[in-house]
C-alpha cells in the first residue's frame, strides 16, 4: 500500500513521517518513538556509525557509538553541532 506524507520545513528543521533508521526499510515502527522498526530492532544496540559492527557503548558524552576512539569523537562533533551556539551561528 502507498501512504501519502507531507513534510513540514520550520525554522530551518525538516520534519516527516517516523520510519527505520535501517536505509530503504518501509516497514513501520511499533511505536513514533522507535528508531527501528520490528524486523530490524536487533539493530538498535549497535553503532550508529556506518559499517561497523560492534555495540554501544555507553559513556558520560556518548550514546550511540562504540568504544573505538573516532566513532565517540564523531558522535561528540555531532551533539555540539545541536548545541545553541552552533546553531545560532548557523542561523546568522
Known sequence: SVEKF???VSGGITMGH???KSF???DPLLHSRNHFCYTH???ADI????QCV????????TKQS????A?????EAANQQGQSMFALTDHL
Open 24 to 26: 530503504r526499510c518501509t
Open 66 to 69: 562504540c568504544n573505538d576512539p
Open 41 to 43: 530492532q536487533n539493530l
Open 71 to 75: 566513532h565517540c569523537a564523531m558522535e
Open 18 to 20: 517516523p520510519c527505520c
Open 54 to 61: 560492534l555495540k554501544i557503548v555507553l559513556t558520560p558524552t
Open 47 to 50: 553503532c550508529a556509525v556506518d
Open 6 to 8: 507531507q513534510v513540514i
